[in-house]
């Protein structure tokens, strides 16, 4: 069964950090790629960062501007979202999802591209 099970979310100061972490289990993961995507609240999910577990690859929607950067350590079949200077509008349910390997140019994959979704952790910024 495949299971992806994402935590550390919680309530945070603007400006203060945060680190997600999405568990997989259930699949080959170095096949895949895992990606992060938010749904803020009365909004579409939003692609936000997504690795590449075969080779690393990174990707980051343009919003980001620096601030998220993701990682992988394949050993643990873990992905880590390192959130840095949060805003209010970072206000959201991150999500962790697995899709198939890409190569984009630029950008992140929509939320379509993924196959696999975790329960999501909320993340809340306060002002």
């Known amino acids: 069964e495949v299971q992806l099970q994402a935590s550390g979310g919680g309530l945070v100061q603007a400006g203060r950090s945060l680190r997600l972490s999405c568990k997989a289990s259930?699949?080959?993961?170095?096949?895949?790629?895992i990606g992060w995507v938010r749904q803020a609240p009365g909004k579409e999910r939003e692609g936000v960062s997504c690795?590449?577990?075969?080779?690393?690859?990174?990707y980051y929607a343009d919003y980001m501007k620096g601030r998220f950067t993701i990682s992988s350590d394949n050993a643990k079949n873990t992905v880590y979202l390192q959130m840095n200077s949060l805003k209010p509008e970072d206000t959201a349910v991150y999500y962790c999802a697995a899709g198939p390997p890409m190569q984009l140019v630029a950008g992140t994959p929509p939320p379509s591209w993924y196959d696999y979704w975790g329960q999501g952790t909320l993340v809340t910024v306060s002002s």
């Open positions: 259930g699949f080959t993961f170095d096949d895949y790629a």
């Open positions: 690795v590449s577990s075969s080779d690393g690859s990174t």
